[in-house]
């Protein structure tokens, strides 16, 4: 394990699937809750993670365990980005579609929403059904910030690796 950066009172703690800079425990976002303890975490930060996550649903009810009561999350991914570090990139997701991972169900609230750095999406090839799509934009990132309000009310049992063989690199 890494040593543990404590900036004006603030512990960080870095995870990741795989061993590198400033990961102090190597392991499975969607297994946060095997890796620490109960109400753990004030605020937990993602940063372009979430887009290679097999099952983000199952980290949301994770991070719902980790955090303390009024704990905070900022999570940014992207809503409209190439596939990139395959086979393990998985989703996008739109403003709209945190409400779906962070709702009373699973134990949260949604602060706010953002979208970044706008993109044109353009076509490889162009037919009647993509007329107009080059004029409309995409966002490079869709972040969320929300708020831990309560105990999640869901659970969900499955495993990724259970699901996909190569889920993950190991």
């Known amino acids: 394990a890494g040593q543990v950066i404590e900036v004006d ?3 960080y703690v870095g995870l990741d699937v795989l061993p590198g800079q400033n990961v102090d425990v190597v392991g499975d976002a969607h297994a946060l809750d095997e890796h620490f303890g109960p ?3 004030d605020y937990i930060y993602s940063q372009y993670t979430f887009e290679h996550l097999l099952m983000p649903w199952k980290v949301a009810l994770a991070m719902n365990t980790v955090m ?3 704990g905070l999350a900022l999570i940014g991914t992207h809503q409209t980005v190439g596939h990139h ?3 393990w990139d998985y989703w ?3 403003q709209d579609a945190w409400k779906g991972l962070f709702n009373q169900h699973t134990g949260f ?3 706010k929403t953002e979208y970044t750095e706008p993109v044109f999406i353009v076509p490889f090839y162009n037919s009647d ?5 080059e004029g409309a934009a995409g966002f490079y990132g869709s972040y969320v910030i929300v708020r831990k309000i309560g105990a999640a009310q869901e659970r969900w049992i ?4 259970t699901v996909v063989r190569d889920a993950y690199p190991e």
């Open 39 to 41: 109400g753990t975490f």
């Open 85 to 87: 570090d395959m086979p």
């Open 129 to 133: 059904w993509h007329d107009g799509f």
């Open 68 to 70: 303390k009561p009024g």
């Open 109 to 111: 609230e949604v602060v």
């Open 158 to 161: 499955g495993s990724p690796r």
């Open 9 to 11: 009172g603030l512990e």
């Open 92 to 94: 996008r997701f739109s």
